[in-house]
């Protein structure tokens, strides 16, 4: 980009965990996240013209 505006971006996540135990190391978990986005004017280009965003997902994470 060769342009001088300032673009910004702000991001917040929530997320819950679910494990076996209560150990650092424990697997498998499951999370479940929310995430919103929110940026500014100038970077609404790169956006289509949105002002915010979000994500909803579910994530697991298993060790072998």
Request: aromatic share 16%; proline share 2%; no cysteine.
């Amino acid at each position: 980009l060769s342009s001088t505006k300032t673009l910004s971006l702000t991001r917040l996540t929530f997320a819950y965990e679910i494990a076996l135990n209560k150990s650092i190391w424990a697997r498998p978990v499951m999370r479940a996240y929310l995430t919103e986005s929110f940026w500014n004017k100038e970077n609404r280009v790169n956006f289509n013209n949105k002002k915010e965003g979000h994500a909803v997902g579910f994530q697991t994470e298993v060790w072998f």
